[in-house]
């Protein structure tokens, strides 16, 4: 059981918005410690994808948007595309776990 | 450019031991701490380990705590992880992370560049 709570999946049809949430508690996002997004496409690595909760790398598009607020952050991504389907991880960490990253479970998103 | 090219993977007994490498290039790689990050079939991924820049702190996650081992050769440029008394939950593909990105003139530590992986399966 992660620390960091996402949605199994989600899904959507080209061209739509969709989001993804990451729950957390005190000891971790709400604690203030920043959020940040990776896509892993089926057989590849990670791509850090949002980092300091709402801030993009160079080369990731300007679908890509994240937020943070309270104990949860959220990943939202608007005019879906087909490469889009992936899986989405949500990153932190926690004060309680000396030293330590925790993620979240990840979520399936699946172009309709 | 960035390269984390990870080796060592196999098949195991449970019980027994096995030691990752990783072998980095494109930057600096005794300026960075570095983590391990592993993914078991069809799961998500599980922190695994964190060892500073220079060796000196190292950080386990509490399902490892005790049997890996996180090391770092900067003369080599090349990253370890030393698994000993595998189980069978250790099968999963491990990852070697760098750690620390900057961007603007402000730098985050999180994990930036990942190497593709090597399969640990721990089987009888």
């Known amino acids: 059981q992660s620390l960091l709570t996402q949605p199994p999946a989600v899904s959507g049809a080209p061209g739509q918005r969709v989001t993804i949430s990451c729950t957390g508690s005190s000891s971790n996002i709400g604690a203030g410690f920043d959020v940040h997004w990776y896509q892993q496409v089926p057989g590849a690595a990670p791509k850090l994808l949002i980092f300091?909760?709402?801030n993009r790398p160079s080369g990731v598009p300007d679908r890509f948007s994240g937020s943070k607020s309270g104990t949860s952050a959220s990943l939202a991504i608007t005019g879906l595309q087909a490469e889009d389907e992936a899986d989405y991880y949500c990153?932190?960490?926690?004060?309680?776990?000396?030293?330590?990253?925790?993620f979240g479970g990840g979520t399936k998103l699946t172009v309709l | 450019q960035v390269q984390l090219v990870e080796s060592g993977g196999g098949v195991v007994q449970p019980g027994g031991s096995l030691r990752l490498s990783c072998a980095a290039s494109?930057?600096?790689?005794?300026?960075?701490?570095m983590h391990w990050v592993r993914q078991a079939p069809g799961k998500g991924l599980e922190w695994v380990t964190f060892?500073?820049?220079?060796?000196?702190?190292?950080y386990y996650a509490d399902s490892v705590q005790g049997r890996f081992i996180i090391a770092r050769d900067n003369s080599k440029n090349t990253l370890y992880l030393q698994m000993n008394s595998l189980r069978l939950e250790d099968t999963a593909v491990y990852y070697c992370?760098?750690?620390?990105?900057?961007?603007?003139?402000?730098?985050?530590?999180?994990?930036?560049?990942w190497g593709q992986g090597t399969l640990v399966t721990v089987s009888s």
């Open positions: 990153q932190s960490y926690d004060s309680s776990l000396s030293g330590s990253r925790v």
């Open positions: 060892i500073r820049s220079d060796g000196n702190s190292k």
């Open positions: 494109g930057f600096t790689f005794s300026a960075y701490g």
């Open positions: 992370a760098k750690d620390l990105f900057c961007s603007g003139g402000t730098c985050y530590r999180l994990i930036d560049y």
């Open positions: 300091a909760n709402s």
